[in-house]
């Protein structure tokens, strides 16, 4: 087990891979990245406290985590412990972070809207995700991850997220 | 010695500069210690300002830079990084990453394009205050902001600061100095003033009475050491109360001064000038080879005193007595030249005054007797030594007996008989006068009123009194007493005065003479024509007598310019109402002249001396006074046809 002084390092390495420099662009897969960008999100969200013990981090559809869920599964995210697990229709009730595969483009709109009031921020690496109804899209432009935030989701699903995350965004959608 | 005085004196001097520089290094010192602590305090307190300031900005850095740090948004990052520019302090700064790398940063000189060489270690510590500030956001640590601050502008400021100080300093000194020599010139002159009015006497500038005993001490002690002689000049204005009395204060001390000037003028360089107080002078002459050169200075002196003084528009009379005495010739000390030669001064004044007088041990001798009857004069009255004389008081026409004056003799058991001349001043002086003439007025009217008794004739009886009796306040009382205890009755008394005395304080003297007028008693003036009376005053004085002077009885009537005195004095008797005696008659033509002139009264030798009481009474019972030698007085009883 890595102790969590390595565990750092190898995230920031991994972060820095994908941002900063192309160079390295190559050693840290894109899965990785995108699992290490689920745990940025968690932490500049805020949940209405459902008193579980751990932070469960659903997937739906395709796999496309990959080793970046192993990863998350050994982080606590504000003092609780990340559990990763798949999930199915109707094997949402549990989850805090549901992401949905680019495969499930097309379904999208419609799983989001099920969900609403579950108290679920919704992610989804699938192209224009955030107009369809996921709370957060991925994209990857010019081999950078960028995001867009659906605000009107969120309040949808009595999250809050924090301005700092906004300002990152590259676009939000849905704001008054 | 003088050179030690000397050197005294100007080291005395030299220490007001030394203190002043002293006193002005010390403020200047404070000064500068105040001004370090200022300086030191206003480093502290800016460099612990700019810190928190700092604290503060990574505070506010990290807490912006938490997203952009996650998400690895290096533009994001510098872009708030960027915003540091707005604060002129901040050096440097940069973010690390939790893993301690640089992530992102900031510095002023690069101004944000390119990036420079990483800044810790860059300013040396003393330049620079750090601030560090870790981001962790929700428990989980993200990295660092470390924030670097030059101290330079808070050296300028510093600086600053520290120019002000010194040019506060600076003017501070200068008020400083001012103060402290404005101070120090006002506390001299306040001790110029001290010393000026400690040894000088401000109304002539002579020395005054403590630096005439510094100076005669300090002279005797030198010829006592060193041989010479030392003579003491002591000088009193004779009249000197009179100038002041009459031409006021002002006066009084220009007179003092112009005194003081002519003395000067006839002393030498080295002779000390001395005004002991009131009109007292005193002059100490150093190394005088003998007795003779002192009195020739004193009576040079004294000359010049007498020449007449110039006051404003009016010319002045003074003259002056002077005693002079000589150290080691007549004293073996200060203290004994001083009573010595004050002894020679009264010598110079009963001398007749406008003299010097030269110290002579017999002097002291009559000193001594002055004191010896002073005792025996306490003693006197106790002891019974004192009797009363009865001189005949004649009626000129018919040469009848009409009244006795009362004169005092005293019998002292070592000396004899001493005249009233010798002791009646004496008693004056030491008060004994008011006893002495209380149980001379008792001692009269007991004596009219025995003889009363004894079933003779009727007569007056006058008594003299002295000025100081006049003005005690129980001198009326005293007179009542007299009357009521002898039962004499009032108009027998007759109370001679003198015209000095009347003039001294004329309106309090009117008062009293009328309250003993009411009495009953007679009032008459002695000496009249010596001094220099009023007649207006003797027109309001309540008197009923006018006493011819025995001067301007002798040799009449022979003397042409006695005789027109004394018939004018009868006249002038006559005119206010008045009665005259005549004193001093000697021989029958004086009597007859003055008879003739009429003169009520007659008194003297021709007729008897002054006789103890059983004498007297013997004188009396003889009558041989009663044989007529006198011509029937002419019709017309003034007589000024005959002086004519």
């Excluded at chain 1, 390092?9 to 699992?35: N, V």
């Excluded at chain 2, 009109?279 to 020739?296: C, R, T």
């Excluded at chain 2, 309090?508 to 003036?525: E, K, Q, Y």
């Excluded at chain 2, 009249?528 to 009449?556: C, E, H, W």
């Amino acid at each position: 087990m890595m102790n969590s002084r390595a565990m750092a390092r190898w995230l920031a390495l991994a972060l820095l891979a994908g941002t900063a420099d192309g160079a390295h662009a190559q050693s840290a897969t894109e899965a990785e990245l995108k699992a290490a960008y689920l745990f940025n999100f968690a932490l500049f969200v805020e949940w209405p406290d459902r008193g579980q013990p751990t932070f469960t981090i659903c997937q739906y559809g395709a796999d496309t985590l990959g080793a970046g869920a192993h990863a998350l599964a050994r982080r606590t995210l504000h003092g609780k412990a990340i559990t990763v697990r798949k999930a199915a229709d109707n094997e949402f009730t549990g989850c805090d972070l549901l992401y949905i595969a680019s495969s499930e483009k097309s379904r999208i709109r419609a799983l989001t809207a099920s969900l609403r009031g579950m108290n679920i921020l919704t992610v989804s690496d699938a192209p224009g995700a955030a107009k369809e109804g996921a709370t957060i899209g991925l994209t990857v432009e010019d081999k950078r991850i960028v995001f867009e935030v659906n605000v009107a989701e969120a309040r949808k699903s009595n999250l809050v997220i924090s301005a700092k995350l906004l300002d990152l965004a590259r676009s939000v959608v849905g704001a008054p | 010695v003088i050179k030690a005085i000397q050197r005294f004196f100007s080291a005395r001097r030299r220490i007001p500069v030394r203190t002043e520089l002293l006193s002005l290094i010390s403020v200047g010192i404070a000064l500068l210690i105040a001004g370090a602590l200022l300086t030191s305090f206003q480093y502290w307190s800016l460099r612990d300002s700019l810190r928190q300031d700092l604290s503060v900005q990574a505070h506010i850095v990290g807490d912006h830079v938490e997203a952009a740090l996650a998400f690895r948004d290096k533009k994001a990052a510098e872009e708030i990084l960027g915003a540091l520019r707005a604060s002129e302090s901040i050096a440097a700064a940069a973010i690390l990453d939790a893993d301690g790398n640089v992530f992102a940063s900031y510095d002023r000189r690069a101004n944000g394009a390119t990036p420079v060489p990483p800044l810790p270690g860059a300013l040396a510590e003393r330049e620079k205050v750090q601030a560090e500030h870790v981001i962790d956001y929700r428990g989980t640590r993200l990295g660092l902001v470390r924030l670097t601050a030059s101290l330079d502008p808070t050296y300028v400021r510093l600086a600053v600061f520290v120019a002000a100080t010194l040019v506060t300093l600076a003017m501070s000194m200068i008020l400083a100095k001012l103060l402290i020599s404005g101070t120090h010139k006002a506390a001299k002159r306040a001790e110029e003033r001290l010393n000026y009015l400690a040894h000088f006497d401000p109304v002539t500038n002579l020395y005054n009475r403590h630096a005439f005993n510094e100076r005669l001490d300090f002279a005797i002690e030198r010829a006592r050491r060193f041989g010479g002689r030392v003579a003491l000049l002591l000088l009193d204005l004779d009249n000197f109360k009179a100038v002041n009395d009459t031409l006021g204060h002002q006066a009084g001390d220009a007179l003092l001064m112009n005194v003081a000037q002519r003395l000067l003028l006839k002393l030498r360089r080295g002779d000390t000038t001395c005004r002991l107080g009131g009109d007292e002078f005193a002059v100490i002459l150093e190394n005088i080879p003998d007795g003779h050169q002192a009195a020739v200075v004193a009576k040079n002196v004294v000359e010049s005193i007498a020449a007449p003084f110039q006051l404003e528009s009016q010319e002045v009379f003074v003259t002056a007595s002077c005693g002079v005495g000589l150290f080691p010739d007549h004293a073996d000390g200060a203290e004994r030249l001083i009573r010595n030669t004050d002894t020679a001064m009264y010598h110079a004044k009963e001398a007749g005054k406008n003299i010097a007088a030269m110290f002579r041990g017999e002097m002291n001798e009559k000193a001594n007797r002055r004191i010896n009857i002073e005792g025996g004069l306490r003693l006197a009255l106790e002891r019974d030594e004192l009797q009363l004389y009865f001189q005949p008081k004649m009626d000129s026409r018919r040469r009848r007996l009409t009244g006795a004056e009362a004169l005092l003799r005293w019998r002292h058991p070592d000396h004899g008989f001493i005249g009233p001349a010798e002791f009646i001043p004496v008693a004056e002086d030491c008060g004994l006068i008011i006893p002495i003439g209380a149980w001379v007025l008792r001692a009269a009217c007991m004596q009219a009123a025995a003889w009363d008794r004894e079933g003779r004739d009727a007569i007056g009886m006058s008594v003299n009194v002295s000025a100081l009796q006049l003005k005690d306040p129980k001198f009326i009382g005293m007179v009542a007493d007299a009357l009521s205890l002898s039962a004499l009755p009032p108009h027998r008394l007759e109370l001679e005065l003198t015209e000095s005395m009347l003039m001294e304080d004329v309106e309090s003297n009117l008062a009293v003479l009328r309250r003993l007028r009411a009495l009953g008693v007679h009032l008459s003036i002695d000496d009249f024509g010596t001094g220099f009376s009023s007649m207006s005053y003797l027109k309001r004085f309540p008197i009923n007598t006018l006493k011819i002077d025995q001067s301007f009885v002798a040799d009449l009537p022979a003397d042409k310019e006695n005789a027109g005195i004394s018939q004018a004095i009868i006249a002038l008797a006559h005119t206010l109402n008045l009665k005259t005696v005549a004193e001093g008659v000697e021989t029958e033509s004086q009597a007859e002249f003055l008879a003739s002139s009429g003169c009520d009264y007659l008194q003297g030798y021709l007729f008897s001396p002054a006789l103890p009481a059983s004498q007297f009474t013997e004188w009396w019972d003889r009558g041989d006074f009663l044989v007529s030698k006198v011509p029937q007085p002419a019709a017309s009883d003034t007589g000024v046809a005959v002086a004519g």
